[in-house]
């Protein structure tokens, strides 16, 4: 059974520029989570999906950061426009549903903001 | 608010036990959760525990106390390749969502040493 993928795996940008990450989770899996992680850190939640619908996207920032989970199966983050402070790792994971207890996660998008 | 304590680094002679403690403070609490980390990779599940005790699974082990907020992780029979980094997760209930949150600490970076 594949994993969950995303793309892509590295990605150098200068600020002010947008960007675009991509995660298509685990077939079967209704929940997928976008989380950031920076060096040293923790991941830390950004958004959750059930389906197609963003359920919980309070840590989002929304001025710059957008996301969207079309026909509840791939997702898309999108950051414009990117500021130096968004250089981190991205990383997306699925769960079979939300009470599931176990996620499984991708292995990030490394961003770089110059 | 959430918050989670655990060590920052640990260093273990490859063959011995070492134990990673996490203490937290959370609201709606569930259970506890740790994922393993190596560099540059993906989080990945190791263990669930919801109820007090100790859950085993091969060379991996995890405790929790609810009464004191507290669980470890315990790991037997060190292996070179468990050099990652190690991150306890509460997951935990709020209102109006549902189901649950997870929120990592900060990890603990174990070394295993010849």
């Known amino acids: 059974e594949a994993g969950v993928v995303q793309s892509p795996r590295y990605k150098i940008i200068e600020k002010k520029q947008p960007v675009a990450f991509w995660c298509n989770p685990i077939s079967g899996h209704n929940t997928l989570y976008w989380y950031l992680q920076n060096l040293g850190q923790g991941p830390e939640l950004l958004i959750r999906y059930e389906n197609e619908e963003a359920v919980d996207d309070s840590q989002l920032p929304k001025d710059r950061f957008s996301a969207e989970r079309l026909k509840g199966v791939d997702s898309t983050l999108k950051i414009q426009p990117a500021e130096l402070g968004d250089s981190a790792v991205y990383l997306c994971?699925?769960?079979?549903?939300?009470?599931?207890?176990?996620?499984?996660f991708g292995p990030g998008t490394r961003l770089t903001v110059l | 608010g959430q918050s989670l304590e655990q060590p920052s680094e640990v260093t273990a002679v490859e063959g011995a036990i070492v134990q990673i403690n996490c203490t937290y403070q959370?609201?709606?609490?569930?259970?506890l959760s740790w994922y393993q980390q190596h560099d540059g990779g993906a989080p990945t599940f190791l263990s669930y525990?919801?109820?007090?005790g100790l859950e085993e699974t091969g060379r991996f082990s995890s405790f929790l106390s609810r009464s004191d907020s507290y669980g470890y992780l315990l790991l037997q029979e060190l292996q070179m390749k468990d050099s990652a980094s190690y991150f306890c997760?509460?997951?935990?209930?709020?209102?109006?969502?549902?189901?649950?949150?997870?929120?990592f600490g900060k990890g603990t970076k174990l070394s295993v040493i010849p």
């Open positions: 959370t609201s709606g609490f569930y259970g």
């Open positions: 994971a699925s769960s079979l549903g939300p009470s599931a207890g176990e996620q499984f």
């Open positions: 997760a509460v997951r935990a209930g709020y209102s109006g969502a549902g189901s649950y949150q997870l929120t």
């Open positions: 525990n919801g109820l007090d």
